[in-house]
């Protein structure tokens, strides 16, 4: 059996998976959703909000199919919006230095 402090174990399952073999790359997997599932920091902050983000990015990589395009079109249509705001900003700044 695996010691606690040995390197590579997760210490998940020394606590709430205990009985499933930290070997199993689905185990492995479940112990990484629940560290995901319960981790709460501050949201309020720029780097709660790219952590955010990037869990999306992590997650959306590890989906396929249909999930997979639906994650890439809501991605592409945040980008295309944040385009789109940026150039009526552009333009509206133009227009009111000409004046």
Do not use: K
Not at 15 to 38: Q, W
Request: glycine share 8%; with cysteine; charged share 25%.
């Amino acid at each position: 059996m695996a010691e606690i402090g040995q390197p590579g174990r997760h210490p998940r399952f020394h606590e709430d998976l205990v009985g499933l073999d930290p070997d199993d790359p689905e185990a492995r997997a479940f112990a990484e959703h629940l560290d995901r599932m319960e981790r709460c920091g501050p949201n309020f902050t720029i780097e709660a909000c790219l952590d955010g983000v990037s869990d999306f990015a992590d997650s959306s990589n590890r989906l396929g199919g249909l999930r997979y395009w639906v994650s890439a079109l809501i991605a592409v249509l945040i980008i295309v919006g944040v385009i789109v705001a940026a150039w009526d900003i552009v333009t509206r700044a133009v227009a009111w230095l000409a004046q």
